[in-house]
């Protein structure tokens, strides 16, 4: 029996304009209503994962920047997982080496050292994904990134290791899969590192021990939900954690076909509200049983 549902946001939760659809929401509400717990679990800071949610009008527990910290629906944390300082200046160093730009997420928010350099790669990835969307609207979008204050610029990431700050997560990213795979070589390395990826032009790194199966299994145990009885939605490989925990592991339909190959279900598209369709599906099928 279904008792918990976890969504991943990007790609899954969220539609072709960064919303929750209405059929995702009303159905996220009749989850809720037949006792059913509801938890995201993003890749995304915890500033901007309760944007889209707010906006929808839901307020849900998530577990945020893949499973480094848990916050609930009051956005009290619940759970913290980060990298020590040791690792997030051995990852920064191997990837500058590497010449790769990346973000880091912190407890208190996201940085980066070239602003342009990010708008610019964020565009370029959006409009990889959603080639139909009016380039004005997808430079307005990164450009609101920046100045509604999600990411903050500063010259050196050191000095953000070396403050008192939890270091997260760091969000790689580069257009050329070689040195996307190098630099994941250069990091497995390292140890005590998560390698994964929300997308083809981007690596996610978090200490080993911060991973969305991991969040999520605490999560459930701090309930008695048994791992049998949560379905986990995703479409990406920073899912694949929490898809192998779950009973009810389901796959977007715009999951990359090995994501889909691991799943016990495969759901319609995020353009196409997939979310709805896979937990009014499988609830139903469920009361049947």
């Not at 969504?7 to 304009?17: E, R, Y």
């Not at 996220?28 to 995201?40: N, P, R, S, W």
């Not at 899969?177 to 990091?187: F, G, Q, R, S, T």
């Amino acid at each position: 029996m279904i008792k918990l549902i976890a969504s991943d946001m990007d790609g899954t939760l969220l539609n072709g304009s960064h919303e929750v659809g209405k059929e995702t929401v009303q159905a996220i509400k009749e989850a809720k209503d037949a006792g059913i717990e509801v938890i995201i679990a993003t890749g995304r800071s915890y500033k901007e994962a309760v944007v889209p949610l707010k906006n929808a009008g839901l307020s849900l527990p998530v577990i945020v920047v893949n499973g480094a910290e848990i916050r609930n629906e009051k956005g009290e944390q619940l759970y913290q997982e980060g990298l020590s300082t040791q690792k997030a200046n051995e990852a920064a160093d191997a990837l500058e080496q590497l010449d790769i730009y990346f973000e880091i997420y912190t407890e208190e928010g996201t940085y980066t050292n070239h602003r342009e350099h990010g708008i610019q790669l964020l565009i370029d990835i959006f409009l990889t994904s959603n080639p139909d969307t009016p380039l004005p609207h997808v430079k307005e979008e990164a450009e609101n990134r920046y100045d509604e204050g999600h990411v903050h610029v500063v010259d050196d990431y050191h000095a953000v290791f070396s403050s008192s700050e939890t270091v997260y997560k760091f969000l790689a990213f580069s257009s050329k899969p070689e040195k996307l795979e190098k630099a994941k070589e250069v990091l497995n390395n390292l140890g005590g590192l998560a390698i994964s990826s929300s997308g083809k032009e981007n690596l996610e790194i978090t200490s080993v021990d911060a991973q969305k199966g991991i969040a999520l299994e605490w999560f459930i145990n701090q309930r008695g939900i048994d791992a049998e009885d949560v379905m986990a939605i995703g479409d990406n490989y920073n899912d694949v954690s929490m898809m192998k925990l779950a009973g009810w592991s389901v796959a977007m339909g715009n999951a990359p076909k090995d994501i889909q190959e691991i799943c016990r279900h495969v759901t319609s598209t995020n353009r196409e509200e997939g979310v709805a369709k896979a937990i009014r599906k499988l609830t139903e099928t469920e009361a049947k049983v």
